[in-house]
């Protein structure tokens, strides 16, 4: 058995000019841990974590996170809590890739939710 894992935030932040990108860094049944970035103008579209709580830490860029209606702006070094019933989305509104480390626990029982995208 593993008893660390250990990846690099700078290996699996992949930018893309078509769409945002999310990259799996860890997967268990306590938690998923993930990396999304976003080019400028690129967003993640309004959706809920049902039974998971999100923690999101701001790596880079800047831009602004939706959650249930209320905008907040975030940069670089920022970190949030969002409650799994609160709808959530994310825009990057700066002139530079957005990243975000974030964290579903428990790990949600969708499988989308670890699914890579871009």
């Known amino acids: 058995m593993i008893a660390t894992e250990q990846t690099n935030l700078a290996a ?3 930018l ?6 999310k ?3 860890f997967s268990n049944p306590q938690v998923l841990v993930f990396v999304l970035t976003f080019a400028p103008g690129q967003e993640l579209p309004k959706h809920r974590h049902p039974g998971s ?5 701001v790596t880079g860029g800047s ?10 702006p975030v940069a670089a070094g920022d970190i949030l809590l969002v409650e799994g019933e609160e709808e959530f989305a994310v825009r990057n ?3 530079e890739a957005l990243v975000l480390l974030a964290s579903l626990s428990p790990n949600p029982s969708d499988p989308r939710y670890a699914q ?3």
Do not use: K, M, N, Q
């Open 116 to 118: 890579p995208v871009g």
């Open 23 to 25: 990259r799996i860094c």
């Open 53 to 57: 709580t999100l923690v999101v830490h």
């Open 93 to 95: 509104t700066g002139s």
């Open 16 to 21: 893309s000019e078509a769409r945002f990108t």
């Open 63 to 72: 831009g602004v996170v939706v959650a249930d209606g209320r905008e907040t």
């Open 12 to 14: 699996v932040s992949l």
